[in-house]
């Protein structure tokens, strides 16, 4: 079982719903980090938290909404979505994110998120 | 800054044959380096980090990679594949924050 559990594992939605994504992560963990994957595209880093403050925001559309309400979970609010915004979005967690962070990261399973 | 290139986007290999996923790097400092693998609609799982100490690095399920500074080179190896090992190998480099390869697709055919 993986340290960080990221549900749903599936979630199709139209263009006007509003849906979330939800991460936890069992690891003792500081730093959280939201990831988008597309087919034949880089892993792009959307959003970083670190001791539940927003520490990087990676010019993300505001129809994506982060949370992080304590140090162990981490939202993805999504609200009026494009069709281009499918893929898989990926939870991570590491140590925090200074002092002797060594960068690893421990990921969730992922949210397959169609739009239609 | 640092930045991460994986030089092949897809490898076909045959069964019990070796791979060779090959990785360099650019950073003005030391880092660390991190092999990733994604298997079929799953997330990432660390395959072998570098951290420090021996550049001979083994991970998990017969991997292994070189660290070698002079060619800023991290190369990902396998004597002998399996089915199973077909997925996506992301190569990453660390300052104090994670920087991902494209990725490199292996598929193994019998």
């Known amino acids: 079982e993986t340290g960080v559990t990221q549900t749903p594992r599936h979630l199709v939605m139209g263009m006007t719903n509003k849906k979330s994504l939800k991460c936890e992560q069992h690891?003792?963990?500081?730093?959280m980090y939201w990831y988008k994957q597309s087919a034949k595209k880089p892993l792009e880093l959307m959003f970083v938290?670190?001791?539940?403050?927003?520490?990087e925001n990676n010019s993300v559309p505001s129809r994506f909404s982060p949370e992080c309400p304590n140090s162990s979970h981490l939202f993805l609010h999504l609200h009026t979505l494009q069709p281009e915004d499918s893929a898989l979005y990926l939870c991570?967690?590491?140590?925090?994110?200074?002092?002797?962070?060594?960068?690893?990261?421990?990921f969730g399973e992922g949210s397959r998120l169609t739009v239609l | 800054a640092q930045s991460v290139t994986q030089l092949d986007s897809q490898v076909p290999v045959f069964e019990e044959a070796p791979v060779e996923l090959r990785c360099n790097y650019s950073?003005?400092?030391?880092?660390?380096l991190f092999w990733y693998v994604q298997y079929p609609n799953q997330g990432l799982q660390l395959l072998l980090k570098?951290?420090?100490?021996?550049?001979l690095v083994k991970g998990i399920n017969g991997f292994e990679a070189e660290f070698n500074k002079s060619q800023t080179s991290f190369h990902l190896r396998k004597p002998s594949v399996h089915i199973s090992d077909t997925a996506e190998y992301f190569c990453?480099?660390?300052?104090?924050?994670?920087?991902f390869g494209a990725g490199t697709t292996v598929t193994v055919r019998a």
């Open positions: 991570a967690s590491s140590q925090a994110e200074t002092g002797g962070n060594t960068g690893e990261l421990f």
């Open positions: 690891l003792g963990h500081n730093a």
């Open positions: 938290y670190n001791f539940k403050e927003q520490t």
């Open positions: 950073s003005s400092v030391s880092v660390y």
């Open positions: 570098y951290l420090s100490g021996s550049t």
């Open positions: 990453a480099v660390s300052e104090n924050k994670l920087s």
